[in-house]
């Protein structure tokens, strides 16, 4: 019991040290951050932009909220369309650039997916990443460190049992049983990824990110008449739990009076 204590002190000091950064700097500026787009086809297997717009637009928000574009990877599973170019999404290149931004960039961890997904896991180009893949990704590299990681994708509350550690936050747009909706062709974003872009500016931090995200799903779905709702899901870890609040987004200034 004692030894147990003692190792979760020791964990909640390590992210203290991580999640106390120098005053003048953004809270995430010594962040490693992926974010990658899974798929290229609509939910009948025709070809959409969804997942794309949603990783191009959301490696801008995480930048205006405080991450840095030199401890950024992007992922697409077709990289020519685009400029700049991102990387291809493909699992063990997105292992080796969690490697390469881990060993420079040391204060904590974000990674956000985009993609359809399956009762076993997340579509990763012409592959299933499954829960257990991903955990040894991020245990090789992360490791200890504040992570937060968030996956827009059918079932994804799969990934929970798998990724769930004291040190972490997991955000999932459904389920494990549910689908999440929004990956038609007329769509221009997945409704998870639409939210999320639509509270980033106005949050202040993750928890905050995650309630209102959650309440913006719930909202669009009914609108729509979308059934059964996909009730996004949230799992912080209780060693992170009281450090977050500590990790503000950053917010652009105001426009000055006239």
Same mark, same amino acid.
């Given at each position: 019991?004692?030894?147990?204590?003692?190792?979760?002190?020791?964990?909640?000091?390590?992210?203290?040290?991580?999640?106390?950064?120098?005053?003048?700097?953004?809270?995430?500026?010594?962040?490693?951050?992926?974010?990658?787009?899974?798929?290229?086809?609509? $939910?009948?297997?025709?070809?959409?932009?969804?997942?794309?717009?949603?990783?191009?637009?959301?490696?801008?928000?995480?930048?205006?909220?405080?991450?840095?574009?030199?401890?950024?990877?992007?992922?697409?599973?077709?990289?020519?369309?685009?400029?700049?170019? @991102?990387?291809?999404?493909?699992?063990?290149?997105?292992?080796?650039?969690?490697? *390469?931004?881990?060993?420079?960039?040391?204060?904590?961890?974000?990674?956000?997916?985009?993609? $359809?997904?399956?009762? #076993?896991?997340?579509?990763?180009?012409?592959?299933?990443?499954?829960?257990?893949?991903?955990?040894?990704?991020?245990?090789?590299?992360?490791?200890?460190?504040?992570?937060?990681?968030?996956?827009?994708?059918?079932?994804?509350?799969?990934?929970?049992?798998?990724?769930?550690?004291?040190?972490?936050?997991?955000?999932?747009?459904?389920?494990?049983? +549910?689908?999440?909706?929004?990956?038609?062709?007329?769509?221009?974003?997945?409704?998870?990824?639409?939210?999320?872009? #639509?509270?980033? @500016?106005?949050? #202040? &931090?993750?928890? *905050?990110?995650? +309630?209102?995200?959650?309440?913006?799903?719930?909202? +669009? &779905?009914?609108?729509?008449?979308? +059934?059964?709702?996909?009730?996004?899901?949230?799992?912080?870890?209780?060693?992170?739990?009281?450090?977050?609040?500590?990790?503000?987004?950053?917010?652009?200034?105001?426009? @000055?009076?006239?």
């Amino acid at each position: 019991m004692i030894s147990n204590l003692a190792r979760q002190l020791v964990l909640c000091l390590g992210l203290w040290v991580a999640a106390a950064p120098a005053s003048a700097a953004p809270a995430f500026a010594d962040w490693s951050a992926v974010v990658v787009a899974g798929d290229w086809h609509d $939910h009948d297997g025709g070809p959409s932009e969804g997942f794309d717009n949603a990783r191009r637009d959301v490696a801008l928000a995480l930048q205006g909220a405080g991450f840095q574009a030199a401890n950024m990877r992007q992922f697409s599973v077709r990289p020519e369309r685009y400029t700049p170019t @991102p990387d291809k999404s493909e699992p063990n290149a997105i292992h080796g650039a969690l490697r *390469g931004l881990t060993a420079k960039a040391s204060g904590g961890c974000l990674l956000y997916f985009t993609s $359809h997904g399956v009762r #076993q896991g997340m579509i990763v180009d012409d592959r299933v990443l499954r829960p257990s893949a991903l955990a040894g990704m991020i245990d090789t590299t992360c490791g200890s460190r504040p992570t937060v990681v968030v996956i827009s994708a059918c079932f994804s509350g799969v990934f929970i049992n798998d990724l769930a550690k004291p040190n972490r936050m997991i955000l999932t747009a459904a389920r494990p049983d +549910r689908s999440s909706f929004g990956c038609g062709q007329a769509d221009k974003y997945p409704y998870f990824d639409d939210c999320f872009l #639509q509270v980033m @500016p106005r949050a #202040q &931090e993750f928890v *905050g990110l995650a +309630r209102e995200i959650r309440a913006c799903v719930a909202g +669009r &779905e009914a609108v729509e008449g979308m +059934r059964p709702p996909s009730e996004p899901q949230v799992w912080i870890g209780p060693a992170l739990a009281p450090l977050l609040p500590l990790y503000g987004f950053q917010t652009p200034p105001a426009p @000055p009076r006239s």
